[in-house]
């Protein structure tokens, strides 16, 4: 029985599968806290080491080697532990590139660009790291993750995201808000205002249209609440439900599973995903019909990509599925 990969998507590139919270942590101390916290609840999350906001100046190469020694231990179970390098107007961006792929080039799943002004320094900087790649011998091409915080990165998203090697789009609330120089007020920079300000609601539908468009996923901004559990999961179901992102930041382990439970599919949705999929399997993937309606290769690809969210964020799975489609 040929698995869906092998079917619904030849000829073109598919769709990321990414954890659904993209966890920042800036020191040696709360990175090595977050690998044990994704040692206990699985690859639901993935880790970037801030080499940009969390090394110190004038620490800059000791903080990057740091980094890649921690995605190089036995800790790292998974694999899902990236890095954010410095921008490309700082003058340590290509050293923490050079450190990186040098010492964990084999086991990055991504590395996070911040604060490009255009779609040309995003080109840069993807430039270089293909030469560096090829120049220390890594056998493969790193994904790039780009924030998207600047007026210049946001009149260029749609240039940025069909960027080759480009995996992923990354709000950047903060700085964006910071760029218009009180015209926009402080509260946007939390709920409601971060959803409901015209200027800011425009720039989440513009990087998540491009992204999805371009076949690159949509990553929504941090929250700003640490505590309170609900506040932080209806952060996330409004980003997703509302905006279409598929994954978001967390700045603290609180914010973890309420980002996760939100951006989890309906259950109900994903029981009729496995149905639907494992008949389109038994008649190898021709139409079918499914409680009255007819389901052909379309339909078939939302459910399956459904399916691999459900998984990614830790779903129970109904067995027959687990087994034919993940085991």
Not at 202 to 224: D, F, Q
Request: some cysteine; proline content about 6%.
């Amino acid at each position: 029985m040929r698995h869906p990969t092998a079917v619904l998507f030849a000829g073109e590139k598919p769709f990321p599968v990414l954890p659904a919270v993209d966890h920042y942590a800036g020191s040696e101390k709360l990175i090595r806290k977050a690998l044990q916290l994704q040692k206990e609840l699985g690859p639901i999350f993935d880790i970037t080491c801030d080499c940009e906001d969390g090394a110190h100046a004038g620490a800059e190469r000791e903080h990057a080697e740091m980094a890649a020694r921690l995605v190089m231990s036995e800790d790292n179970l998974f694999n899902r532990v990236g890095a954010r390098v410095h921008d490309v107007t700082h003058a340590h961006w290509r050293q923490d590139m050079e450190i990186l792929v040098g010492i964990a080039g084999n086991r990055l799943p991504f590395i996070t660009l911040p604060k490009p002004c255009s779609a040309g320094d995003v080109r840069v900087q993807i430039e270089a790291l293909r030469e560096i790649e090829l120049k220390l011998n890594v056998d493969r091409r790193i994904p790039v993750h780009v924030l998207i915080e600047t007026h210049g990165a946001l009149r260029e998203v749609w240039e940025i995201a069909a960027l080759p090697g480009v995996e992923s789009l990354d709000f950047g609330l903060m700085d964006f808000v910071s760029g218009h120089h009180g015209a926009i007020p402080g509260s946007a920079m939390k709920s409601p205002g971060q959803f409901d300000h015209p200027l800011v609601a425009r720039a989440k539908c513009e990087i998540s249209a491009a992204a999805l468009a371009n076949g690159v996923i949509p990553s929504h901004n941090v929250t700003t609440e640490l505590k309170d559990l609900e506040y932080i999961g209806n952060d996330a179901r409004r980003a997703r439900r509302e905006f279409g992102y598929l994954r978001m930041w967390s700045i603290h382990p609180n914010q973890i599973l309420p980002i996760v439970e939100a951006m989890r599919p309906d259950f109900s949705e994903v029981q009729a995903a496995s149905e639907i999929l494992i008949a389109a399997q038994d008649t190898d993937w021709g139409p079918i019909q499914h409680e009255g309606k007819l389901h052909d290769r379309a339909s078939y690809r939302y459910y399956w990509e459904l399916l691999e969210r459900a998984h990614v964020t830790g779903m129970a799975l109904p067995g027959e599925a687990k087994s034919r489609f993940f085991g």
